[in-house]
């Protein structure tokens, strides 16, 4: 059973960059499918980006160009590199694991605040 923890979050400016990461524990996370979700008060949880176990990788439009998903076995992680944020990013984003057996997102992470400033 994996368990997920996120960190890197905090207050930034517009147009300033966080990295987000997310560290696996209890199995190889090399394994899983990883999507970073994002929720903001008032609106419907977002898949942000995610990666494959190949490292394929997709992103919502409203984030294309700007954020970067990334995975390092070595260290069990997978990052989210976020560029160029505006006020609209404000959410908790959380990390989240799948089997390529299951297909379905079950493991969480407790999530991690990011403000951007108006």
């Known amino acids: 059973q994996v368990q997920l923890v996120e960190s890197g979050g905090g207050l930034v400016q517009p147009g300033g960059s966080l990295r987000l990461s997310c560290a696996a524990s209890?199995?190889?996370?090399?394994?899983?499918?990883v999507g970073w979700y994002r929720r903001a008060p008032g609106k419907q949880r977002e898949l942000v980006a995610s990666?494959?176990?190949?490292?394929?990788?997709k992103y919502a439009d409203s984030v294309k160009g700007r954020f970067t998903i990334s995975r390092d076995n070595a260290k069990n992680t997978v990052d989210l590199q976020m560029n160029n944020l505006k006020p609209e990013d404000t959410a908790v984003y959380y990390c989240?694991?799948?089997?390529?057996?299951?297909?379905?997102?079950?493991?969480w992470g407790q999530g991690t605040q990011v403000t951007v400033s108006s």
């Open positions: 990666i494959t176990t190949l490292r394929s990788t």
């Open positions: 989240a694991a799948a089997t390529l057996r299951s297909g379905v997102y079950d493991t």
């Open positions: 209890g199995s190889i996370f090399s394994f899983y499918d």
